[in-house]
Structures are given as C-alpha cells and as structure tokens.
C-alpha cells in the first residue's frame, strides 16, 4: 500500500484577476523509501503541490477538490490538530532558501531545539542534546559551537545541513525537498545530494524532490513527475522519462541540458514563455511552444494515456504514434478521431 496518495488533487490560487488554477487534477502515489522527483519550469505548480500535502498555502490559496491521504488519514479539510501532529512528525519539508527560512533573530540552537520541543514530549535538555546530534548526523563540524551561532555566521551550504537537520530531527515518513540546492554551488550541491541519499537510505523514509534540475532528478529519484501549467504531462521511472520520453515538453527539457559534446555550442531552450494561468489555452497548455503540434494539439486536451506499466503521458503525438503502431488498445473512443 502506498505511503501517501494524492488523488484529483485541484489547488487555486483567488485574485483580483480571477482564479489561477495552479494545480489541476494531480495524481500520484509514493511508496515508503521511494524518491519521487517533480521536474518543471517555475510556475508549473511543483511547489504548490507540496504545499497542498502540506496545508500550508498562503491565504488566497484554497485546496478547490481531490484528496491527499497519509496512511489512510485523509489531509484534505483535516483539522488544524491533526494537521499540526502531521507536520513535522509524519511529513517534514526543507524550502527553498535557507536564509529566509531560518529566523535571523535566533540562534541555529534555539530554532532546532524550539521545532523538536514543539513535535515531541522531550524536555528542553532533551531538545538540546537531539539537536546536537541531528547537527552531527548532517555533517556539521563544531555542533555546539554552531547551536550558538546565527543563521548569518553560517554559509549557505552550513545553513542547509542545518534546515535538514530540523527536517528530519522528529524521523519523519516523508520529507519534502523544495529545490534544496537551488543557490549553492556545484560542489556544496553534490555534499547536500549525497546526504540526502545517505540519511534517506539509513532512515528508510520516502522523499519528494521538487527541482527544476534533471541532473539532480537523474541522480536522486527513482520516479518522476513532469508538471507544466499545474498538471502532469508525463510521469513514469526515472529510466523511461530519461532514455523513452513521450511528451513534447519532457523532451524540450532533455535537449536543453548541457553536456560536454555541446561545450562551445549554443544551448538549445524551449522557445517561449510558460503559459498564463489565467488565460489557458483551449487544447494543450504546451503547444503554443511545441513545434510539433498539430491542429488537434490547440482545439483539444490530449488524455492520459499508459505507454507501458511504469510510464503514462498526456501527448497527441504519443497518441498519434500509438495509433500508427496498432498500439490504440488503451486508449478511449473519445479521442480515437486523430487516427483519421
């Protein structure tokens, strides 16, 4: 049975503007001791989506349907209570950028000592000596020294250890990693990557890595999910989105990496903007960028469809090629027109 479940999940964001619909209708699974990874642009709803799992969205933000379950414990329209023994003791998150995350008021020590005390039964000594320990189990030298340090006397590398040590000082089933990695350099990045996959495997908890990077995803995951404009385009085994990628914008991400044979080269981007939120499009929310859409690609949504049992897609040309390989067998009458 899956450690947590995300079914139809619909989050939107109300504005002045109208409603932005910033996740839409996503579904997943994640399997204790598994590392699901969530790739896309900025603003595809990668961060959204755990902080739906979450409940903690800002205050224009509404879960608008669907159902996110724990072990059975339904989060969605949870009590602040249950909500606030889940956080934290069940499912812990590392954000974005640790200096803004971290108070710079307090002191490392009284931050890891306040979020254990606040989680657990331990007394204040008790809380000290975890925090001691969480500081040492994420590699930061001089543990004491640190607990009375500001967040502004470490680096950015140091402050991250630190944010994963909070993370993970209650044992969580499941941590979300919201970009860990995003402003630290190559080599610091490698440490924090390394770490994560150590303590993971030590501790046996499940991970959702939320990135923008796809060396991070081939490293970490061993499943995948490419979001864009807030709902899934592909999802399937790190091995089936990297070496058999079926959607148009999984495969624009793929050319766009770097490699040593393009040293000297141009990089090749995927042409455009990310799509208005507000404004979407009729059909599929890629094809004003893709240069492989077709007519039926900006008149109607494509449907998910399976391409094998580890890989589904939601892409005409998938659909197309299933069609032309006599493959058509799992795909509904509804969008059995484009084999004409």
Known sequence: MALLEVRNLCTSFFTDS????????????????????????SGSGKSVTSYSIMGILANAGKIVSGSVKLNDIELVGADEKTMKDIRGNRISIIFQ?????????????????????????????????????????????????????????????????????????????????????????????????????????????????????????????????????????????????FYNPQHEYTKGLIRSLPSLSSAGKSLNPIPGTPVDLLNMPKGCAFAPRCNSAMKICITDKPERITVNENHQSSCWLCIKNKYEKGEADNISKAVKPIEQ
Do not use: W
């Not at 109208?18 to 642009?41: D, M, P, Q, T, W």
């Open 97 to 241: 950028d640790p200096m803004t995350s971290l108070n710079p008021t307090y002191t490392i020590g009284h931050q890891l000592t306040e979020a254990i005390i606040l989680h657990t039964n331990r007394s204040k000594n008790d809380a000290y000596v975890k925090a001691v320990e969480m500081l040492k189990l994420v590699n930061v030298n001089e543990p004491d020294k640190r607990m009375k340090q500001y967040p502004f006397e470490l680096s950015g590398g140091m402050r991250q250890r630190v944010m994963i040590a909070m993370a993970l000082s209650c044992e969580p089933d499941i941590l979300i990693a919201d970009e860990p990695t995003t402003a630290l350099d190559v080599t610091i990045q490698a440490q924090i990557l390394d770490l994560m996959k150590k303590l993971q495997q030590e501790l046996g908890m499940a991970i959702i890595m939320i990135t923008h990077d796809l060396g991070v995803v081939a490293q970490m995951c061993d499943e995948v999910i490419v979001m864009y404009a807030g709902s899934i385009c592909e999802q399937g085994t790190t091995d089936e989105i």
């Open 18 to 41: 109208g409603e932005v619909r910033a996740v839409n209708n996503v579904s997943f699974n994640l399997e204790k001791g598994k590392v699901l990874g969530i790739v896309g642009e």
